[in-house]
């Protein structure tokens, strides 16, 4: 059984052996070994993150607070390249519990070691979160790059990844040919490390039956004033997945963007029960954007709506198209299930100002609107965005974000409206908030 301890320091000792074609004087072996790729060009980075998440509601239950607090350290490992072709790294992190409430687990910080959500399941934990071997053949111009192990997949086909104390993980097999500015990106994964979680897990569907693999494919399309993305994937015989996201820069100030997001029942996902189900056969997302940046300040607005129709309930867009495993998904729209349920239209802006050099300040606004029962239901939420980025030298490795945040919902069961005796939907405010203030040491 894995004994889970809030702290723990770390011996990392890494011999690196390797063959020559011509066998170097023994007199200089040192040198020799030190200026070979596979070392000269490895980093070593430890990288501290303390994280505090906070939220007050009482959508589903009587009013409830979620809270979680704590610190992380990672420690990354990147090799470089041994004869120009294979390398390996590794990351590692150590969290420390620093305080927790009931209900902490939604704040997917800390593990729960336990069931149900009582305060006292709040536990630190150690991980490998990424081991893999990498393999390099060509350059940027026309290369291949692959790995194989426990790796972090950031927006790659229609996986990603989600960054609290640590990163979510995958265990498996990725690759990406470039040509330019072209791209083709696949991956097969078997299994998954949650971001506040130790242990490795199997991808379930939403009934707990597990899905033995994912795999995905994409094709990219970038250059400075257009980035163009289609792929496709599949959570085996449970959801396939369509992910399309384009942004382009008629002007240097003016970005246009677009993203479309598709999901299609599969066989595992048909045989479960309704209540289970997000949508009954088909669900998808389109969303569109507009900012304009100029040096010291940005505005950007977007436009979504969504269709996920289900016969029993309300539906909604999945982000995720299996359990423990991250979906891609860019639209600004990004807040959970919220704004993207079956006929929801969501109006969202951000508006950014740098006061001084490495200081901005941020109001983010969100509205959503859609018809239930008769029942036009209306959620929102106005965001406080802070953030620090010192240009000093002595900490430009030092980032301080905030967000502070009133929002208004619904009391609901299973995301669908509770309606009161008159058939009204019932509102349901919250407050939100989280710091984070990150501090990354280059060690080598």
Known sequence: MRKLIEFSGAVFILSVGCASAAEPPSSSFDEWLTETPFVSHSQLSLNARNYWKYLKENESQPKEVHSAWGQAFTLDYRSGYLFDVIGFDASYTGVIKLGASDYFSTRALLYNDGAGFDKSNARGYNKFGQRYVKLKLGDDSLG???KAGWQVLKNYGVLTASHRLSQNSYAGYSATLRAGSWSVDGAW??????RDSPNKTDFLTADKQPIASIYT???NWKTRDLSLSLNVGEAEDYLARQVLEMAWRPAPQLTLGSQIYATRALGKYDEMS??????????????????????DWSLKFGLAWTDAHKKS???????????????????????GADYMRDGEVALTTLGEYQFIKGVTTGLQVNYGQFHFSNNTVRTGEVNLINRWAPVDGRFKNLSVFSMFGYGWSYK???KTPRLND???YQRSPNLSAEIVIDYKFNLL
């Open 412 to 414: 609901q069961d299973n």
């Open 217 to 219: 494919v994409g094709t």
């Open 422 to 424: 008159d058939g009204h």
């Open 189 to 194: 994964v078997t299994s998954g490390i949650n």
């Open 144 to 146: 291949l790059n692959a």
């Open 313 to 335: 309930g309300l539906g909604y867009y999945e982000r995720h198209i299996a359990k423990n495993m991250r979906g891609r998904f860019n639209a600004m729209t990004s807040s």
């Open 274 to 295: 309704d209540s289970r189900k997000a949508f009954d056969d088909n669900a998808s997302h389109y969303a569109a954007d507009i900012k304009w940046q100029e040096s």
